[in-house]
């Protein structure tokens, strides 16, 4: 059987329907009346949304959760350990060398940012969607990338 839902414009199968309610029974969204179209309707959309988050990787595993708990003080032990090597006297050095600090001030906040912006500008012929070319300019704008 096919339920009509209350636009008129799509419908739902007895069998989407129970996937929909078992669905719905996992999440805790509560009781599933099947009185009105209503109902199903609005059930319906609460379904759509508990399966695009399951989709979307948004639900966090136990194993996800300390996969990027150890990635994150591994990546703090290599970079932590790579400083440890700097002597002061060379810090120093480097902290007073003006020609140093201002190349790589250009670098970041200027040179980087214009080829970000000229790589959009060459690649949105090929396909790039404004939502990548922000993602870019974003990312090459931003110091250490991220």
Not at 21 to 27: A, C
Not at 57 to 68: C, E, R, V
Not at 122 to 139: P, T
Request: glycine share 8%.
């Amino acid at each position: 059987s096919i339920l009509q839902m209350p636009d008129g414009s799509s419908s739902l199968s007895s069998l989407e329907y129970s996937a929909m309610i078992s669905s719905l029974s996992t999440y805790n969204v509560g009781s599933i009346s099947s009185s009105s179209t209503t109902d199903v309707f609005q059930n319906r959309i609460l379904a759509e949304e508990a399966t695009d988050e399951l989709a979307s990787g948004d639900a966090k595993t136990p194993l996800a959760i300390f996969s990027s708990v150890v990635s994150n003080l591994l990546l703090f032990f290599l970079i932590f350990g790579l400083s440890a090597t700097v002597d002061l006297k060379d810090l120093r050095h480097q902290l007073t060398n003006k020609f140093a600090i201002g190349t790589g001030v250009a670098m970041q906040f200027v040179i980087m940012p214009l080829l970000g912006f000229a790589a959009i500008m060459v690649f949105h012929r090929y396909g790039f969607s404004e939502a990548m070319g922000i993602s870019l300019l974003v990312v090459t704008a931003s110091p250490g990338g991220s």
